[in-house]
């Protein structure tokens, strides 16, 4: 078997390796004490090192550790990332993938027979109403446990890219941005941090409520942000100058994401600003990498899909916005912005 097919059929072995060497604070037990042997680690984490040693082993053929005179230490160039203590640390990225991704998709083959997520497989239990949105609320908002993980994951996958788009694009012209499906504020706060006469306003679940007004107070924005819950598909918009759908229009079928994006359009005022953060397509959909894996992930997991920026570019020229720009980070959020004439 040719070695490329080799490492995609044991791929599942490899995220298993990270994501638990991540759990027992592996990765940072190392980072603190420094080249390690099996017998000194095994104690420290409270593990069987016969057990340990096998997941050792797998981690140094990965090459997410190195091995030395006995000794195992995290590859320095895995260090920033694995570290808690690190403020590059994308540990909290795993949380969903984990925990819910991981599980779900070993249902693909009937996802793709269906053409439909695969929660009930999971949770043994059936969506309460039919509508999409239940979705939030029959699985990922189930109890503080899903809530808190898919939260931390989502906040982990977008707040170092939002920081960075807004430095790239200013907003010092607006006044009041709505977010909506915000969240716990990934993009409202690092707006906020870079436009100091910008508010903002989160319309989301109300489940996300207390989990948002802890960010809200971590980052300061106590007087400059407030949670509005609400669905964004049913209820009246909150009234601003600026709205940024972030994460959204991929979770949902087309004519969701166009009724939505009228709506805003309808609710902006002249010269009004939407935002469009998302994962994007090249343009013959041959990748990138982590734009098709999360593709196929909402398959399983929800009603929409990933897209080109000229797709939805479409979108907004059809509902009537000008000025369409887009905006790349180095990471793996970016952004589409276009004005109300």
């Known amino acids: 078997m040719p070695d490329t097919l080799e490492r995609m059929m044991f791929g599942f072995i490899e995220s298993q390796t990270l994501f638990v060497g991540d759990k027992i604070k592996l990765f940072d037990y190392l980072e603190e004490k420094g080249p390690s042997n099996c017998e000194n680690i095994s104690r420290a984490l409270n593990l069987p090192s016969s057990s340990l040693e096998r997941l050792l082993i797998v981690a140094t053929c990965i090459n997410l550790l190195e091995k030395r005179n006995q000794n195992y230490q995290l590859k320095s160039e ?8 690190s403020d590059q640390y994308c540990g909290e990225k795993f949380s969903h993938y984990w925990k819910t991704s991981y599980k779900i998709f070993d249902h693909l083959k009937t996802a793709l027979e269906e053409n439909k997520p695969q929660w009930d497989k999971i949770d043994k239990q059936e969506s309460s109403n039919s509508a999409l949105v239940n979705v939030y609320a029959d699985f990922i908002y189930l109890n503080d446990t899903s809530t808190r993980e898919f ?4 906040w982990a996958s977008g707040y170092r890219d ?16 709505i977010d909506l499906g915000g969240a716990t504020g990934s993009f409202s706060i690092a707006a906020l941090h870079a436009n100091k006469d910008l508010n903002a306003i989160i319309m989301d679940c109300v489940d996300i409520k207390p989990y948002a007004e802890k960010k809200f107070h971590e980052h300061n ?23 940024s759908i972030g994460y959204v229009l991929s979770d949902w079928p087309e004519q969701d994401c166009l009724s939505l994006i009228q709506k805003i359009y309808d609710s902006l005022p002249s010269k009004g600003l939407i935002v469009i953060l998302e994962k994007f397509f090249n343009e013959d ?7 098709a894996m999360l593709n196929l992930t909402m398959l399983l997991e929800m009603h929409g899909s990933h897209r080109t920026t000229s797709e939805y570019m479409d979108w907004l020229k059809a509902v009537g916005f000008t000025n369409c720009q887009t905006i790349y980070s180095s990471g793996e959020k970016h952004m589409i912005i276009a004005q109300k004439k």
Do not use: A
Not at 78 to 85: A, I, N
Not at 162 to 177: A, G, H, M, Q, W
Not at 222 to 243: A, E, Q, S, V
């Open 151 to 154: 939260l931390e994951t989502m």
């Open 162 to 177: 939002s920081v960075e788009l807004c430095e790239k694009f200013t907003f010092d012209n607006y006044k009041n941005l």
């Open 285 to 291: 959909k041959t990748g990138p990498y982590l734009t």
């Open 221 to 243: 924005m106590l007087d400059r942000i407030n949670f509005h819950p609400g669905d964004m598909f049913k209820d009246n918009l909150p009234t601003g100058d600026m709205y």
């Open 78 to 85: 895995w260090t920033p990332f694995l570290s808690r203590k």
